[in-house]
Protein backbone atom coordinates (compact mmCIF):
# COMPACT_ATOMS: atom_id res chain seq x y z
CA UNK A 1 0.00 0.00 0.00
CA UNK A 2 3.04 2.56 0.77
CA UNK A 3 4.49 1.49 -2.56
CA UNK A 4 1.16 2.66 -4.32
CA UNK A 5 1.03 5.48 -2.28
CA UNK A 6 4.36 6.37 -3.06
CA UNK A 7 3.84 6.24 -7.22
CA UNK A 8 0.65 8.32 -7.14
CA UNK A 9 2.47 10.93 -5.42
CA UNK A 10 5.46 10.87 -7.66
CA UNK A 11 3.41 10.81 -10.32
CA UNK A 12 1.51 13.50 -9.69
CA UNK A 13 3.96 15.59 -9.08
CA UNK A 14 5.42 15.10 -12.43
CA UNK A 15 2.17 15.39 -13.92
CA UNK A 16 1.52 18.55 -12.50
CA UNK A 17 5.17 20.47 -12.24
CA UNK A 18 5.32 21.29 -15.54
CA UNK A 19 2.83 23.94 -15.76
CA UNK A 20 3.46 27.45 -15.06
CA UNK A 21 2.12 30.48 -13.46
CA UNK A 22 -1.76 28.81 -13.88
CA UNK A 23 -3.40 27.08 -11.99
CA UNK A 24 -5.90 24.40 -12.29
CA UNK A 25 -9.06 23.47 -10.36
CA UNK A 26 -8.67 19.66 -11.74
CA UNK A 27 -5.19 19.46 -11.17
CA UNK A 28 -5.42 20.84 -7.71
CA UNK A 29 -8.33 18.98 -6.74
CA UNK A 30 -6.23 15.94 -8.20
CA UNK A 31 -3.66 16.20 -5.72
CA UNK A 32 -5.86 16.84 -2.92
CA UNK A 33 -7.49 13.48 -3.57
CA UNK A 34 -4.17 11.83 -3.46
CA UNK A 35 -3.40 13.23 -0.41
CA UNK A 36 -6.51 12.68 1.15
CA UNK A 37 -5.78 8.85 0.13
CA UNK A 38 -1.97 9.33 1.75
CA UNK A 39 -3.35 10.39 5.14
CA UNK A 40 -6.11 7.83 5.00
CA UNK A 41 -3.78 4.69 3.81
CA UNK A 42 -1.10 5.95 6.86
CA UNK A 43 -3.23 7.29 9.64
CA UNK A 44 -6.62 4.92 8.97
CA UNK A 45 -5.63 2.22 11.15
CA UNK A 46 -4.11 3.57 14.05
CA UNK A 47 -6.95 5.97 14.24
CA UNK A 48 -9.17 2.86 13.92
CA UNK A 49 -6.56 1.52 16.49
CA UNK A 50 -6.59 4.21 19.01
CA UNK A 51 -10.49 4.82 19.31
CA UNK A 52 -10.99 0.42 19.29
CA UNK A 53 -9.18 1.10 22.38
CA UNK A 54 -10.42 3.83 23.77
CA UNK A 55 -13.76 2.51 23.51
CA UNK A 56 -12.84 -0.98 25.04
CA UNK A 57 -11.38 0.98 27.81
CA UNK A 58 -14.61 3.46 28.55
CA UNK A 59 -16.48 0.13 28.49
CA UNK A 60 -14.30 -1.73 31.01
CA UNK A 61 -14.51 1.79 32.85
CA UNK A 62 -18.31 1.46 32.32
CA UNK A 63 -18.25 -2.12 33.66
CA UNK A 64 -16.55 -1.33 36.78
CA UNK A 65 -18.81 1.10 37.73
CA UNK A 66 -21.98 -0.94 37.21
CA UNK A 67 -20.16 -3.33 39.28
CA UNK A 68 -19.73 -1.31 42.39
CA UNK A 69 -23.20 0.15 41.39
CA UNK A 70 -24.59 -3.74 42.53
CA UNK A 71 -22.13 -4.11 45.43
CA UNK A 72 -23.13 -0.99 46.52
CA UNK A 73 -27.08 -1.82 46.36
CA UNK A 74 -26.62 -5.36 47.49
CA UNK A 75 -24.61 -3.83 50.47
CA UNK A 76 -27.21 -1.29 50.74
CA UNK A 77 -30.31 -4.17 51.35
CA UNK A 78 -27.94 -6.20 53.55
CA UNK A 79 -27.58 -3.10 55.47
CA UNK A 80 -31.74 -2.03 55.72
CA UNK A 81 -31.99 -6.05 56.11
CA UNK A 82 -29.86 -5.57 59.82
CA UNK A 83 -31.42 -2.63 60.25
CA UNK A 84 -34.88 -4.35 60.03
CA UNK A 85 -33.33 -7.37 62.69
CA UNK A 86 -31.96 -4.74 65.07
CA UNK A 87 -35.13 -2.75 64.99
CA UNK A 88 -36.59 -6.52 65.67
CA UNK A 89 -34.81 -7.35 68.59
CA UNK A 90 -34.92 -3.73 69.85
CA UNK A 91 -38.64 -4.23 70.30
CA UNK A 92 -38.36 -8.03 71.70
CA UNK A 93 -35.64 -6.46 74.22
CA UNK A 94 -38.39 -3.35 75.24
CA UNK A 95 -41.03 -6.11 75.39
CA UNK A 96 -39.07 -8.34 77.76
CA UNK A 97 -38.23 -5.54 79.65
CA UNK A 98 -41.53 -4.45 80.01
CA UNK A 99 -42.48 -7.73 81.39
CA UNK A 100 -39.82 -8.26 83.40
CA UNK A 101 -40.31 -5.08 85.08
CA UNK A 102 -44.21 -6.02 85.72
CA UNK A 103 -43.07 -8.96 87.48
CA UNK A 104 -40.47 -7.13 89.44
CA UNK A 105 -43.31 -4.79 91.08
CA UNK A 106 -45.76 -7.58 91.23
CA UNK A 107 -43.12 -9.46 92.96
CA UNK A 108 -42.34 -6.13 95.03
CA UNK A 109 -45.65 -5.25 95.72
CA UNK A 110 -46.60 -8.95 96.91
CA UNK A 111 -43.49 -8.61 99.05
CA UNK A 112 -44.28 -5.27 100.76
CA UNK A 113 -48.02 -6.44 101.28
CA UNK A 114 -46.55 -9.48 103.11
CA UNK A 115 -44.18 -7.91 105.46
CA UNK A 116 -47.31 -5.33 106.01
CA UNK A 117 -49.15 -8.39 107.28
CA UNK A 118 -46.27 -9.65 108.98
CA UNK A 119 -46.02 -6.58 111.14
CA UNK A 120 -49.53 -5.95 111.83
CA UNK A 121 -49.35 -9.37 113.21
CA UNK A 122 -45.90 -8.64 115.26
CA UNK A 123 -47.38 -6.19 116.60
CA UNK A 124 -50.86 -7.76 117.57
CA UNK A 125 -48.72 -10.56 119.53
CA UNK A 126 -46.41 -7.59 121.16
CA UNK A 127 -49.81 -6.27 122.23
CA UNK A 128 -50.96 -9.35 123.47
CA UNK A 129 -47.19 -10.42 125.19
CA UNK A 130 -47.41 -6.96 126.77
CA UNK A 131 -51.55 -7.14 128.18
CA UNK A 132 -50.64 -10.83 129.56
CA UNK A 133 -47.64 -9.01 131.17
CA UNK A 134 -49.91 -6.39 132.47
CA UNK A 135 -52.21 -8.75 133.33
CA UNK A 136 -49.79 -11.02 135.29
CA UNK A 137 -47.75 -7.78 136.93
CA UNK A 138 -51.42 -6.39 138.13
CA UNK A 139 -52.48 -9.94 139.06
CA UNK A 140 -49.13 -10.56 141.00
CA UNK A 141 -49.46 -7.30 142.63
CA UNK A 142 -53.38 -7.66 143.72
CA UNK A 143 -52.50 -11.27 145.05
CA UNK A 144 -49.53 -9.89 147.16
CA UNK A 145 -51.89 -7.17 148.84
CA UNK A 146 -54.89 -10.24 148.98
CA UNK A 147 -52.65 -12.32 150.67
CA UNK A 148 -50.66 -9.78 153.00
CA UNK A 149 -54.21 -8.56 154.07
CA UNK A 150 -55.70 -9.62 157.33
CA UNK A 151 -58.86 -10.33 156.27
CA UNK A 152 -58.17 -12.56 152.96
CA UNK A 153 -61.18 -15.23 154.09
CA UNK A 154 -63.59 -12.46 155.59
CA UNK A 155 -64.61 -10.58 152.76
CA UNK A 156 -64.70 -12.34 148.81
CA UNK A 157 -67.10 -9.90 147.48
CA UNK A 158 -64.96 -7.01 147.73
CA UNK A 159 -61.86 -9.54 146.84
CA UNK A 160 -63.30 -10.29 143.16
CA UNK A 161 -64.47 -6.59 142.89
CA UNK A 162 -60.94 -5.05 143.90
CA UNK A 163 -59.92 -8.16 140.96
CA UNK A 164 -62.05 -6.47 138.23
CA UNK A 165 -61.08 -3.00 139.06
CA UNK A 166 -57.43 -3.62 138.56
CA UNK A 167 -57.41 -5.65 135.42
CA UNK A 168 -59.96 -3.27 133.64
Known amino acids: MKKICTIFFTLSSCAFAAGGAEVDII ?3 FNFAIFAALIY ?11 TGR ?19 SAR ?4 LRLKQAKEQAKEIVT ?8 AAARTSTKGEEEIKLLHRLKEESKTVMENKM ?3 VVTETMGEILSADDFLSDQKAIVENLIKRVA
Do not use: G
Request: without cysteine.
Open 27 to 29: ERT
Open 41 to 51: VLLAKPIRNFF
Open 55 to 73: TQSIMVVFEKAQERAKEAK
Open 77 to 80: EEAE
Open 96 to 103: LANEDAAA
Open 135 to 137: IRA
